[in-house]
């Protein structure tokens, strides 16, 4: 029989789910970084949409009791 550590599984998709949202920012990485005028604002919005879906990501993650819960919530295509 095969058990399945959910702690560790959490953990690990804590990790995808980072990874997947520092893929997200890169676009707007360097316009924030050289806070070039008319774009900077834009670029932070964009980031702001990605950080609250995160954020959401990550609230589900930690409330999941099993794998499956976690992979349901996990960014598609990772």
Known sequence: MITIN???AKTIAHDVRRAARAEE???YDDVIAKQIPGQA???EAARAVIR???A???TAIDAAS???EIKAVMPQGV
């Open 6 to 8: 959910v702690t560790k």
């Open 25 to 27: 920012f890169k676009p």
């Open 41 to 43: 604002e834009s670029a």
């Open 52 to 54: 609250a879906k995160y």
């Open 56 to 58: 959401t990501m990550q």
């Open 66 to 68: 099993t794998v499956d």
